[in-house]
């Protein structure tokens, strides 16, 4: 696969040594820039580079004047993009590069293993890989290819093994925990475990439930927080007595189009597990759990 720019007097063309363009967090990818000049063309460079790009949505105060002279305040949406760029190779230094020049270079990039991964499908939080080849110009634009690149995340393996997680909100009331085989899981997973209730005091709930919740933060100027949630319901009305151990079996799957576990300069995307006790005319008892959801296995 390969992406090119004609630029009236030169051509960049760029080639991935893979035709998906898809790559894991710590994997090294190679390019190949092949630059065509068809008229003398002066450039102060001509680079390559691999670019993690950070799309996010930040809410802020804002000021108008309304209809009757006074100041009126809102807050307001904005979306802003940082992009960082991982790694830059020169190609060419300041020059010319004359008509009939055909040469071809080679690019290799790692990409690094703490890096945020790719996450389109955020609600306020994109992260998108791009390769770049750019034929350098003063006073004028840049001759540039552009290449988007997939790059996924995978799990490591560090928290396997079965446990309990979590903590209730109100020992006193019932101890609750999520026994879980890992707290790594990748989308399209079933997330199977199982609900442990100690109730410590007698108490009625109007239902149990597990949720699988992610939330999207940025904290910049207002902040900004998107939530979503995935309930399970395990049992209706039950009355807990003190000394009785209730276990909910349980599992729920994450869905293969939501976005990964991301955390960037600007935004975070986490994910956790929630086993609820809903109470009539009190606030619920629960206990929360992250989790990290990845791309997929290797």
């Known amino acids: 696969m390969f992406d090119f720019l004609k630029g009236g007097k030169a051509t960049v063309t760029v080639t991935l040594d893979r035709p998906t363009h898809t790559y894991y967090l710590g994997e090294t990818m190679q390019a190949t820039i092949e630059i065509q000049g068809q008229k003398d063309l002066k450039v102060m460079e001509a680079r390559t580079q691999l670019v993690c790009r950070e799309e ?3 809410r802020y105060e804002g000021s108008s004047i309304g209809s009757d002279g006074d100041a009126e305040t809102s807050t307001e949406k904005r979306w802003a993009t940082d992009e960082q760029v991982i790694q830059q190779q020169q190609l060419l ?12 270079f080679d690019f290799i990039a790692s990409i690094p293993v703490d890096a945020p991964a790719t996450c ?4 306020i939080v994109r992260v998108k890989w791009l390769l770049k080849a750019a034929l350098v110009r003063r006073l004028a634009s840049d001759i540039e290819a552009t290449i988007p690149i997939q790059v996924l995340s995978a799990p490591v393996g560090s928290t396997d093994g079965t446990g309990e997680y979590g903590f209730s909100d109100e020992p006193d009331e019932a101890a609750l925990s999520l026994e879980l085989p890992s707290l790594e899981w ?7 475990g199982r609900l442990l209730v100690r109730p410590q005091k007698v108490f009625d ?13 940025v904290p910049r100027d207002e902040g900004n927080l998107f939530r979503e949630t995935k309930a399970v319901k395990l049992a209706g009305r039950t009355r ?4 009785q151990e209730m276990v909910f079996p349980f599992s729920i799957v994450v869905p293969t189009t939501a976005p990964i576990t991301v955390r960037t300069r600007n ?7 929630v086993g609820v006790l809903a109470r009539t005319l009190r606030r619920d008892t629960h ?12």
């Open 56 to 58: 996010y949505q930040y």
């Open 93 to 104: 230094p300041e020059g010319t590069i004359p008509s009939g020049f055909n040469q071809t």
């Open 120 to 123: 389109e499908s955020a609600k």
């Open 186 to 192: 990748c989308l399209g997973d079933t997330v199977q």
């Open 205 to 217: 709930v109007s239902e149990v439930r597990v949720e699988l919740t992610r939330k999207e933060f």
């Open 240 to 243: 807990l007595q003190p000394g």
């Open 267 to 273: 935004s975070s995307v986490s994910w956790s597990l």
């Open 287 to 298: 206990a929360e759990q992250d989790i990290f959801i990845f791309s997929g296995r290797r």
